[in-house]
């Protein structure tokens, strides 16, 4: 989706000229072809069947939510995460939803559009299992009530987990790069209502001390700023906060 196309989407969504996707049934099947694993870090997507869903300027010409900003927002933060650390990578993506056994072969997996999210039993039940074995999941590209979905999804996955707020304290923030603040501006200011970023976090025990399951990146979409950074679309400096953002959550991940 290019830059004006997307702010073009964004402002007539706010403004309610422009119908959301809505509930056709089951989504058509799709080609994806992953990489066979070979043991290097990979950027995983994690698919799912949205609650509503339909056309869209996305891959493969559909709006399905959980593939905003792909693949170019995967590609542009591996590019980055390869220049700046020292992580055996692999450049392509891999897409595979909680219910299938290959997810866990990653150990971080993106979730971009929780607010879409509609989950059956073995999906909730891998969904545990992958943050139980040592899994780190990133919740991206949500705000508003979207998090009412959210949060309804954790606690079918982990009863007793509970989102809590991630201190500037937190090992989170000076896993890699040293982030005093977050950056907590929506690339889209209008559809957030000026509400500011937060990052709200799934603890073991729900004990901010001990190790981080989750990370989710409450009124904000750092996927889209990692998608359009080479494009002038946004801002620089925020596209660079944005990618500090998500080194340091793979570094956190893939450490702790």
Do not use: C
């Not at 099947?29 to 799912?48: C, E, Q």
């Not at 399905?64 to 450049?91: C, Q």
């Not at 596209?239 to 340091?248: D, I, M, P, R």
């Amino acid at each position: 989706m290019s830059g004006r196309r997307g702010l073009l989407v964004a402002l007539l969504l706010g403004a309610g000229i422009l119908p959301l996707a809505a509930d056709m049934g089951a989504p058509p099947a799709l080609p994806i072809k992953n990489a066979p694993y070979n043991g290097r870090f990979t950027f995983a997507r994690v698919s799912f069947r949205p609650a509503m869903w339909g056309s869209g300027p996305y891959e493969w010409g559909l709006d399905l939510g959980w593939n905003h900003d792909y693949p170019r927002a995967d590609t542009h933060f591996m590019k980055i995460l390869n220049e700046t650390t020292s992580v055996d990578l692999n450049m392509d993506a891999v897409i595979y939803g909680f219910d299938d056994p290959e997810l866990f072969k990653y150990p971080f997996a993106y979730v971009s559009e929780p607010g879409r999210w509609s989950v059956n039993e073995k999906e909730i039940a891998g969904l545990r299992a992958y943050l139980q074995k040592g899994g780190f999941v990133m919740f991206d590209d949500f705000l508003a009530r979207d998090f009412v979905i959210l949060e309804d999804v954790m606690r079918r996955a982990l009863p007793e987990a509970r989102f809590i707020e991630v201190g500037l304290d937190h090992p989170l923030w000076d896993s890699f790069f040293k982030i005093a603040e977050p950056p907590r501006v929506h690339p889209y200011p209008q559809l957030a209502r000026g509400i500011a970023s937060r990052y709200l976090g799934i603890f073991e025990d729900n004990d901010p001390k001990k190790r981080l399951l989750a990370i989710a990146d409450y009124n904000n979409d750092v996927g889209e700023y990692w998608e359009f950074s080479d494009t002038g679309f946004v801002p620089i400096d925020l596209s660079n906060e944005a990618y500090k953002l998500g080194v340091n959550y793979v570094i956190y991940a893939m450490t702790h």
